[in-house]
C-alpha cells in the first residue's frame, strides 16, 4: 500500500470513547509553535482523559525536525506511518521508517527529523502532553 495513504486513513478515520466518536478530519491542524515545519493534529486531548494520556497526529515537513528536547513528565510513543528520517536519543542516532516505533521516557533529550520527504507520526503521550 502507498504510505500516502496510510497516513490519510489516519487523517480522516475515527477516534471512539463510550458515548463519543470523533472524525480526525474534523480536527484541525496547527503548527508547532516551536519549530518550523512541524504540523500536530490532536486526535485525542488530557481534557478528553483526565490528563491519563494524549494521541496526535505529527507531521514533518521534508529536511525540517522537531529539535532537541525534552519531556519532564510525559512517556512519548511514537509509530512511523510515512516518511523516513532520523531519531536520536542521547547519543544515539537510529533510521526511522514506516512501521518502526520509538519510546521516549521522561527528561530524555530527544530529535526527530525528517529525511527529504514528509515524515509522518502518531504520538502518544503518558500522562497527556495537552
Known amino acids: 500500500m502507498d ?12 477516534v471512539f470513547f463510550p458515548g463519543t466518536e470523533t472524525e480526525a478530519n474534523a480536527k484541525p491542524w496547527y503548527s508547532h509553535p516551536a519549530w518550523e515545519g512541524v504540523f500536530l493534529k490532536d486526535l485525542v486531548t488530557g481534557k478528553e482523559t483526565g490528563g491519563k494520556f494524549s494521541y496526535h497526529l505529527v507531521r514533518v515537513w521534508k529536511d525540517c525536525e522537531v529539535a532537541d528536547h525534552d519531556h519532564e513528565t510525559q512517556w512519548e510513543w511514537n509509530q512511523v506511518i510515512s516518511g523516513k528520517g532520523t531519531f536520536v536519543i542521547g547519543d544515539k ?37 495537552v
Request: hydrophobic fraction near 40%.
Open 3 to 14: 504510505p500516502k495513504k496510510i497516513t490519510e486513513i489516519f487523517e480522516q478515520g475515527c
Open 93 to 129: 542516532e537510529v533510521t526511522i521508517a514506516p512501521g518502526q516505533t520509538f519510546v521516549t521516557p521522561p527528561k530524555n533529550h530527544h530529535t526527530v527529523s525528517a529525511g527529504h520527504e514528509d515524515l509522518s507520526l502518531l504520538a502518544l503521550f503518558v500522562p497527556a502532553l
